[in-house]
């Protein structure tokens, strides 16, 4: 049984026009040179602080790849790969599940971890929607259009209310959004 304290965030970084990453799978549009006097500047303390958070990140295989390509951002927490793919890896922490996305959310992640996230991709992320199993969204937006690529989600097929709970803007010009998803 799901604990109830237990909550799934998807989090996602996007162009103002809903892209996570160029059709080449390109995401160095990520970095901002832009400059908001008034926006937040993150302290190292403040993102370690805030990654201690995390007890578990969940993830398709697309972004489990991207992340080994890109230098592993994700240290020792708990990764759940979600693939139908024969994929191997030499990090302990790395397990790959397959399966009903609902019964492994709600059987196996959230009975064990209390703050999971769930960091791509585009596919995953529409069936969480879908099946109505996030708690929140947080959408990093940065400060460029894009015009084309891979979308944040589409058509998931239904209307589904969100609730702000927060906005920052940081010096760099990202614009985080995080709401939480209204169940019933």
């Given at each position: 049984?799901?604990?109830?304290?237990?909550?799934?965030t998807?989090?996602?970084?996007?162009?103002?026009?809903?892209?996570?990453?160029?059709?080449?799978?390109?995401?160095?549009?990520?970095?901002?040179?832009?400059?908001?006097?008034?926006?937040?500047?993150?302290?190292?303390?403040?993102?370690?602080?805030?990654?201690?958070?995390?007890?578990?990140?969940?993830?398709?295989?697309?972004?489990?790849?991207?992340a080994?390509?890109?230098?592993?951002?994700?240290?020792?927490?708990?990764?759940?790969v979600?693939?139908?793919?024969?994929?191997?890896?030499?990090?302990?922490?790395?397990?790959?599940?397959?399966?009903?996305?609902?019964?492994?959310?709600?059987?196996?992640?959230?009975?064990?971890?209390?703050?999971?996230?769930?960091?791509?991709?585009?596919?995953?992320?529409?069936?969480?929607?879908?099946l109505?199993?996030?708690?929140?969204i947080?959408l990093?937006?940065?400060?460029?259009?894009?015009?084309?690529?891979v979308?944040?989600?589409?058509?998931i097929g239904?209307?589904?209310?969100?609730?702000?709970?927060?906005?920052?803007?940081?010096?760099?010009?990202?614009?985080?959004?995080?709401?939480?998803?209204?169940?019933?």
């Open positions: 049984m799901p604990s109830k304290s237990s909550k799934i998807i989090h996602m970084v996007s162009s103002l026009d809903g892209f996570i990453a160029k059709k080449d799978g390109d995401i160095s549009w990520m970095e901002s040179s832009d400059s908001y006097e008034k926006g937040i500047e993150l302290s190292p303390e403040m993102i370690e602080a805030f990654l201690k958070s995390i007890d578990c990140y969940v993830m398709g295989a697309n972004t489990y790849e991207h080994l390509e890109l230098g592993w951002p994700y240290g020792d927490v708990p990764v759940k979600l693939t139908h793919r024969n994929l191997k890896t030499e990090r302990e922490n790395v397990e790959f599940c397959s399966g009903d996305l609902a019964h492994l959310v709600n059987n196996h992640f959230k009975p064990n971890y209390q703050n999971i996230w769930m960091v791509g991709g585009a596919m995953l992320t529409k069936e969480f929607l879908r109505h199993l996030a708690d929140e947080v990093s937006m940065m400060p460029v259009i894009l015009g084309d690529g979308l944040f989600f589409d058509f239904e209307e589904q209310l969100l609730h702000l709970k927060d906005v920052k803007a940081y010096k760099d010009g990202m614009v985080e959004l995080w709401y939480g998803v209204k169940k019933g």
